[in-house]
């Protein structure tokens, strides 16, 4: 094969290059590829208001459980309102709720808008450690001024006076 | 009193590293064994100082001295015994200490062990190990001590999160971490090599051990994480590919392909440069694992002890470390002389073929935890990488790898012959395709995917049992003869054939399990059933219990099977007063290995007015093989640890021989 290089080193070279290259292009192919559709956002409710994400979309909606809000079925089903200073979602949720859901919390719920605006959540994500507030959330509540510490509970995610 | 002794020593360990660092220095500089003994010394000395303080530390959580700050945030009187000593580790603090704490013990046996190794190399290595030590323990003594008093103690402690309470968990932190750390002498090792320019078969013979025990390390207590988010979070599954779980999965893929291209290193002399790169990146990962979850950086549902506001020193640390170590590997590492040459077939090209797919399946790894971090930074919105991310990036990388891997151990160095290793290998792929397609028959439903991973996990079972009998010759030879061929393997060829066998063991239960897992949620009154993969669960009673340190109300669920009644589960819901928190406990029935996988939910109101309880099953087939796996490839780390070979040094040999 006349058109290898001579030296043997070269020729080292090029089989690494050769051995290396469907590897790379591989794996930054399945990587792109992978970045375009597993993604997922992350709102507030009062973001997820702005942004308003498409139905069916999945995302991620931050924010606190109000207080008096949870609504647990017999049937496995829960409801609960996430809220944060300025807007607040509905989010329904079939399944066991994890061990630190509390109301006043913040939690993070992983699913898609419905059509009709509630909030399908496939998981609910509480912290396993008690003191935590997720990174993101906590961020989002302190560009809004409602940051007061860990594991305090700001007035809006309090139960509504009933009027 | 202890627990001042305890501040005191470890400002001595401190003390005694900076020395250590320095007279290794020196005595490298000097060429004088007499200050490289006492570098050796100073680094026994240092341990001994942090132990103290280790010592100190976790008898403040035994007889629960409240006036120690840390054990007042972390613990309780009524904690057992076990989560007591646990506890000394369950904080930012204190698992900081168990990091200082292997950090200098492996440097101790590094300088002790070190005898083979030549001089000025070893001065180097004391001395980096010295310097590694004193940036840590100057950072647990100024900024993060778990031995500080508090002016006003408790009378009760706030315990330990209960999440914690859990014996897989209590031992999971020193095994990682005796993983991650091991990987501190190797990087020590490493930039000695480049400072004195030099890397041989004797610098890569040396590295392997320590590389081998990091690694055997790092996979158990990797498996023990795992194992505890499976049966303690009661979600069913056992890896999230959350963020905590790559940075400990990330070291230990970048290990892996250490303790390949090392074989390689001393073997043929080849892949030095790359070696020492591997060398370098393998505890840079184990410090970004340990740092980005400790700075809470990154969003993660299972990471504990997160500390924000240390976490940039933390990330400044390992900037600087890592930075200093790569900045001299370019400046040296191009002098470094060429090795051996091989053909495209070979071991030697087996081994980089693997190393190219190790690292890149890391880099997606390290691209999909990053990337939400890089994303923020450039466009401020919040994401999160998903499983689907990792599934699709990293599960064929990994396939690739386990389809060449039994070739390697066949390929002879230099030159492979390719033929010869078909001839070898077509009985174990008949195997794996055999075994491939009865799964497509028989087991229902049928799923193509999850039958091509059962016939990559046969594949690889298979093929190390080749690989066996290709080195006793058996059938070939009179029984006799193999068995005495079998006998007389050597230890590292054992370890080898474990760790492959492992692997594909592991990739048989994951497969299987992924496939085919079963489940089923339903709320349950008194004497309701549900159904899961065929197994029929009645609940029966809901009763009180009370534990050590937790009060829970449990339920007795019988599982039966076409009428034949197999077992009881016992899961609970477990409420600790101490922290306020309820946590669930989940029973297992082993079926073979199998699990039925049960968990109690929230007791509720039927609307009319009698109580319900949400269960949930899942039906976990070959789920015991996924755990085994890794504990079966770490039992060939250490069998190849035991090897003679890696205890006599090849240095000293040449010494002898010259």
Redesign the interface.
């Known amino acids: 094969m006349s058109w290898l290089p001579k030296s043997?080193?070269a020729r080292?070279r090029l089989?690494?290059v050769a051995?290396?290259a469907p590897?790379?292009a591989?794996?930054v192919g399945?990587?792109l590829?992978?970045?375009r559709?597993?993604?997922?956002?992350?709102y507030t409710p009062s973001q997820a208001a702005a942004a308003h994400p498409p139905p069916g979309r999945?995302v991620?909606l931050g924010g606190l459980v109000r207080m008096g809000s949870v609504a647990?079925?017999?049937?496995?089903r829960v409801d609960f309102v996430v809220a944060d200073r300025t807007a607040e979602d509905k989010v329904s949720f079939q399944?066991?709720?994890p061990?630190?859901f509390r109301e006043g919390q913040g939690v993070v719920a992983v699913g898609a808008f419905r059509g009709d605006g509630v909030f399908e959540a496939k998981q609910v994500?509480a912290?396993?450690?008690?003191k935590?507030m997720?990174?993101?959330l906590a961020?989002?509540l302190k560009a809004q001024g409602e940051w007061r510490g860990d594991g305090s509970t700001p007035d809006y995610a309090k139960a509504k006076p009933v009027t | 009193m202890i627990s001042e002794i305890g501040s005191f020593a470890l400002l001595l360990g401190l003390a005694f590293a900076i020395a250590q660092a320095g007279l290794s220095a020196a005595a490298r500089l000097r060429r004088s064994s007499v200050l490289a003994a006492a570098g050796e010394g100073a680094a026994l000395a240092s341990f001994a100082g942090v132990a103290v303080a280790f010592a100190c530390l976790i008898h403040a959580f035994v007889t629960s001295d409240f006036s120690v700050a840390n054990v007042a945030a972390n613990s309780h009187t009524e904690k057992p015994m076990l989560y007591k000593v646990a506890g000394a580790w369950g904080s930012h603090e204190g698992s900081i200490l168990l990091w200082c704490f292997i950090l200098t013990g492996y440097g101790a046996a590094a300088a002790t062990l070190g005898r083979g190794l030549p001089q000025g190399l070893k001065a180097l290595m004391v001395a980096v190990q010295g310097a590694l030590g004193s940036v840590f323990l100057a950072y647990t003594v100024f900024a993060s001590n778990p031995l500080l008093r508090i002016a006003n103690p408790p009378v009760e402690g706030r315990s330990l999160n209960p999440l914690l309470q859990d014996p897989a968990l209590a031992i999971h932190p020193p095994f990682l971490y005796s993983g991650y750390v091991g990987m501190s002498v190797v990087f020590s090792l490493a930039v000695a090599a480049l400072i004195e320019g030099r890397v041989d078969a004797a610098w890569a013979r040396w590295v392997r051990p320590w590389a081998l025990a990091a690694w055997s390390f790092l996979t158990v207590g990797i498996m023990l994480g795992s194992f505890w988010a499976y049966y303690e979070l009661g979600w069913g599954g056992w890896w999230f590919w959350d963020p905590v779980e790559n940075a400990s999965f990330m070291p230990w893929l970048m290990a892996t392909a250490l303790l390949h291209s090392a074989i390689v290193t001393e073997k043929r002399g080849a892949l030095a440069g790359w070696s020492l790169f591997l060398a370098l990146g393998a505890f840079t990962f184990s410090m970004l694992g340990a740092f980005l979850v400790r700075s809470g950086v990154l969003t993660s549902v299972h990471a504990f002890a997160v500390d924000p506001k240390r976490g940039v020193l933390l990330l400044i640390i390992l900037a600087v470390t890592s930075g200093s170590a790569f900045a001299l590997f370019a400046w040296r590492a191009p002098k470094l002389s060429p090795g051996g040459m091989f053909a495209p077939v070979s071991r030697e090209s087996a081994l980089v073929l693997n190393n190219i797919l190790l690292a890149a399946a890391t880099a997606t790894v390290l691209l999909g935890t990053l990337y939400p971090l890089i994303r923020e930074a450039l466009t401020g919105e919040a994401i999160s990488v998903g499983p689907p991310y990792f599934n699709l990036t990293f599960a064929p990388l990994m396939a690739a790898l386990a389809v060449l891997l039994p070739a390697g151990p066949l390929l002879a160095w230099k030159r492979g012959d390719v033929r010869g290793v078909t001839q070898r290998l077509w009985v174990a792929a008949l195997a794996a395709l055999g075994c491939g397609l009865l799964t497509l028959a028989l087991v229902s439903p049928r799923k193509a995917l999850g039958a091509l991973g059962i016939t990559l996990g046969a594949w690889l079972v298979a093929g190390a049992a080749v690989e066996l009998a290709e080195r006793t010759r058996a059938f070939r030879v009179p029984a006799a003869d193999s068995w005495r061929r079998l006998v007389g393997l050597p230890r590292g060829a054992w370890g080898m054939t474990l760790a492959h066998l492992g692997l594909g063991i592991f990739v048989l239960g994951a497969c299987f399990e992924l496939g085919w897992r079963g489940e089923a949620a339903e709320a349950l009154p008194l004497g309701g059933s549900l159904d899961v993969a065929g197994y029929h669960l009645v609940l029966e009673t809901v009763g009180p219990r009370e534990g050590p340190n937790y009060e829970s109300e449990r339920a007795l669920i019988q599982v039966s099977k076409a009428g034949k009644p197999i077992c009881t589960g016992e899961p609970d819901r477990r409420f600790y007063p101490a922290g306020g928190q309820t946590v669930s406990g989940i029973a297992l029935c082993y079926r073979g290995a199998s699990h039925l996988y049960m968990v109690l939910g929230e007791r509720r109101k039927a609307p009319d007015g009698t109580p319900v309880w949400l269960i949930r099953a899942y039906w976990n087939p070959w789920a015991s093989l996924i755990f085994l796996g890794p504990v079966i490839m770490a039992l060939g780390g250490l069998t190849s640890l035991s090897d003679r070979r890696m205890r006599l040094g090849v240095a000293r040999r040449r010494e002898q021989a010259a």
């Open positions: 043997p080193k080292r089989t690494l051995a290396i590897v790379l591989l794996a399945l990587t590829w992978g970045l559709d597993s993604i997922s956002f992350f999945s991620q647990k079925h017999p049937d496995g399944g066991d709720l061990d630190l994500l912290k396993h450690d008690e935590y997720p990174p993101d961020k989002a």
